[in-house]
């Protein structure tokens, strides 16, 4: 079975721009989470997402936006972006939806630099 | 704000050794993971222990839990190159709705 995949892998934005990153979760899973990590430092929850509807949002700013579509996948949006969205991006799937009490299934990230 | 503390930051041992990560968190939790990540890619789920569990083993990984000091640890036993990685330990947040990563423990080995 294909893992949790993610496109692009790498992006190149200057300040200001918007981003748009895509993710597939493993088939089956109805659940996925978006995590930003920067460089040094362990993840950080942004949203998740379960059966198309918003569970959960971290401490991020309203430039950040996601959404889930009808075939569990899903996009994060970053408008205006900033020098301190450089990042790894990184989405995870999981069969359940109340929670992530079991195990994540992380995707490869997607490396973000904003110029 | 992060829930999870590992501790050391960075750990260097030769192959064969025994490598032994701690984690100290917050508040109340219902489970407690331990992921694994290469080279900043992504990460690789190694091990979840329940709050009622207060040791789990997976292959050459030992996890133990102690909920009244509100801390865990990640005993690897006979290191090899491979295990050269950033190990995180996360928990739920309250809402049960995310995990709450610390920044990680470094780890090298080698040979």
């Known amino acids: 079975d294909a893992g949790v995949t993610q496109s692009p892998t790498h992006l190149i934005k200057t300040r200001g721009q918007h981003v748009t990153l895509r993710c597939s979760p493993i088939s089956g899973h109805k659940s996925v989470s978006w995590y930003q990590q920067v460089l040094g430092q362990g993840p950080q929850f942004i949203f998740q997402y379960y059966e198309k509807e918003e569970r959960g949002r971290g401490n991020f700013p309203d430039r950040f936006s996601a959404r889930q579509f009808p075939n569990y996948s899903s996009e994060l949006n970053v408008n205006a972006l900033l020098l301190g969205d450089s990042a790894l991006y990184l989405c995870?799937?999981?069969?359940?939806?109340?929670?992530?009490?079991?195990?994540?299934?992380f995707g490869p990230g997607t490396r973000l630099t904003v110029l | 704000s992060q829930q999870g503390e590992e501790d050391p930051q960075a750990l260097s041992i030769q192959e064969g050794e025994n490598a032994t990560m701690n984690c100290s968190y917050k508040t109340s939790i219902n489970n407690l993971q331990w992921y694994r990540q290469n080279s900043g890619r992504g990460l690789v789920h190694l091990i979840l222990i329940r709050s009622n569990e207060r040791e789990k083993h997976s292959g050459r990984l030992r996890v133990t839990l102690d909920t009244s000091k509100k801390s865990s640890s990640l005993l690897i036993t006979a290191s090899r190159a491979a295990d050269t990685a950033s190990y995180f330990c996360?928990?739920?947040?309250?809402?049960?709705?995310?995990?709450?990563f610390g920044k990680g423990t470094t780890l090298s080995v080698s040979s």
């Open positions: 996360a928990t739920d947040n309250q809402a049960g709705t995310a995990l709450i």
């Open positions: 995870a799937s999981s069969p359940e939806g109340q929670g992530p009490y079991n195990e994540q299934f």
